[in-house]
C-alpha cells in the first residue's frame, strides 16, 4: 500500500491544504500520511495546523507524526518558560524571528495587541531576551491560549517511527548507533554528520529538518523538508512498491 509523507510546515496551512488534497487526489481521502515534525513557527497559523491535525484523527484519518526541534521549543515554552535551546549555535531565542516563536504565539492569541511584541520587538528579544516584567504574563498568557488538546498533541508525538523499509524522523539519525541508543537531539537537530555518512542504515531514513528545493533522495535517505518555512513549497511525496515520487500540480514526479 503506497505511504505519503509530509516535511517541514511551519504554520504555513495554505501549504498543508494544497499537499492533503494532492495526496487524497492520488491516494484518496484514508491515505496514509506521516508528518516529519516542524508544525509550527514562522508561517501565520501554527494553531490551524494543529487544529487540522486533530480534526482529521478525530475524523478517523490514518496519520502520523513525529516530532521536529520547533515543536519540542513551543513545547518548552509552554511548559517551562523556556526560550534558548543549547544546540542553537547564534544564541537566538525562541521569540526572534529567525527561529518564529512570535509567529506561532500570535497565532494563538494578540501578541502584538496585549504585549507590544511585533516583528521588530520579537527580534530585539530574540537577541536580549524578554524584559523580566513581561516574560512570567507572558508565559501565563501562552498557557491560557493554547487549548490543551494542543498542548497533548506536541507532548505525545514520538521522536521517530518504525516503517520497516523506512524509519521516519524529523532531523535524522547518529550514523551507527542503533535506534534505541539514539538521543533525542540527534533526532530533532543533527544534520552535517548524518547527511555526509552514506553506509547503509538498515532502513531509508525519511527526514526533514535541514531545507532543500525539492525532495532529495539519496541511497540511504530522503529529505523532505522544501523549504515552506521560508516561503517556498511544501512536495508531498509518495512511497510504494513502484518506487518514491514527488506529488506536483501535475501528478507524480519520480525521484
Given at each position: 500500500?503506497?505511504?505519503?509523507?509530509?516535511?517541514?510546515?511551519?504554520?504555513?496551512?495554505?501549504?498543508?491544504?494544497?499537499?492533503?488534497?494532492?495526496?487524497?487526489?492520488?491516494?484518496?481521502?484514508?491515505?496514509?500520511?506521516?508528518?516529519?515534525?516542524?508544525f509550527?513557527?514562522?508561517g501565520?497559523?501554527?494553531?490551524?495546523?494543529?487544529?487540522?491535525?486533530?480534526?482529521?484523527?478525530?475524523?478517523?484519518?490514518?496519520?502520523?507524526?513525529?516530532?521536529?526541534?520547533?515543536?519540542?521549543?513551543?513545547?518548552?515554552?509552554?511548559?517551562?518558560?523556556?526560550?534558548?535551546?543549547?544546540?542553537?549555535?547564534?544564541?537566538?531565542?525562541?521569540?526572534?524571528?529567525?527561529?518564529?516563536?512570535?509567529?506561532?504565539?500570535?497565532?494563538?492569541?494578540?501578541?502584538?495587541?496585549?504585549?507590544?511584541?511585533?516583528?521588530e520587538?520579537?527580534?530585539?528579544?530574540?537577541?536580549?531576551?524578554?524584559?523580566?516584567?513581561?516574560?512570567?504574563?507572558?508565559?501565563?498568557?501562552?498557557?491560557?491560549?493554547?487549548p490543551?488538546?494542543?498542548?497533548?498533541?506536541?507532548?505525545?508525538l514520538?521522536?521517530?517511527?518504525?516503517?520497516?523499509?523506512?524509519?521516519?524522523?524529523?532531523?535524522?539519525?547518529?550514523?551507527?548507533l542503533?535506534?534505541?541508543?539514539?538521543?533525542?537531539?540527534?533526532?530533532?537537530?543533527?544534520?552535517?554528520?548524518?547527511?555526509?555518512?552514506?553506509?547503509?542504515?538498515?532502513?531509508?531514513?525519511?527526514?526533514?529538518?535541514?531545507?532543500?528545493?525539492?525532495?532529495?533522495?539519496?541511497?540511504?535517505?530522503?529529505?523532505?523538508?522544501?523549504?515552506?518555512?521560508?516561503?517556498?513549497?511544501?512536495v508531498?511525496?509518495?512511497?510504494?512498491?513502484?518506487?518514491?515520487?514527488?506529488?506536483?500540480?501535475?501528478?507524480?514526479?519520480?525521484?
Open positions: 500500500m503506497p505511504l505519503y509523507a509530509l516535511g517541514d510546515i511551519h504554520g504555513q496551512l495554505g501549504q498543508l491544504e494544497q499537499a492533503l488534497d494532492r495526496i487524497a487526489r492520488d491516494g484518496g481521502g484514508d491515505a496514509p500520511v506521516v508528518f516529519l515534525g516542524d509550527v513557527d514562522r501565520a497559523d501554527s494553531r490551524a495546523v494543529i487544529e487540522t491535525f486533530l480534526a482529521g484523527l478525530a475524523g478517523g484519518r490514518d496519520w502520523s507524526f513525529v516530532k521536529g526541534n520547533h515543536d519540542r521549543m513551543f513545547e518548552r515554552f509552554l511548559t517551562e518558560g523556556i526560550l534558548s535551546d543549547d544546540q542553537i549555535k547564534s544564541g537566538k531565542l525562541y521569540l526572534h524571528p529567525n527561529l518564529g516563536g512570535a509567529a506561532t504565539l500570535q497565532s494563538y492569541f494578540d501578541l502584538a495587541g496585549a504585549f507590544g511584541i511585533d516583528e520587538t520579537a527580534a530585539r528579544f530574540g537577541v536580549e531576551g524578554v524584559p523580566g516584567d513581561i516574560l512570567p504574563d507572558l508565559i501565563a498568557a501562552a498557557r491560557e491560549a493554547v490543551e488538546s494542543h498542548k497533548a498533541f506536541l507532548r505525545d514520538p521522536l521517530w517511527l518504525d516503517r520497516g523499509p523506512q524509519i521516519f524522523v524529523h532531523a535524522g539519525i547518529r550514523p551507527g542503533p535506534m534505541g541508543y539514539q538521543q533525542e537531539d540527534d533526532l530533532l537537530w543533527i544534520r552535517h554528520e548524518f547527511h555526509r555518512d552514506t553506509r547503509d542504515h538498515g532502513a531509508l531514513i525519511v527526514h526533514g529538518h535541514t531545507p532543500v528545493d525539492w525532495p532529495e533522495l539519496h541511497l540511504n535517505r530522503l529529505n523532505l523538508d522544501t523549504g515552506a518555512g521560508y516561503g517556498r513549497e511544501l508531498p511525496v509518495v512511497l510504494d512498491g513502484d518506487g518514491i515520487f514527488a506529488l506536483t500540480a501535475r501528478g507524480r514526479a519520480r525521484l
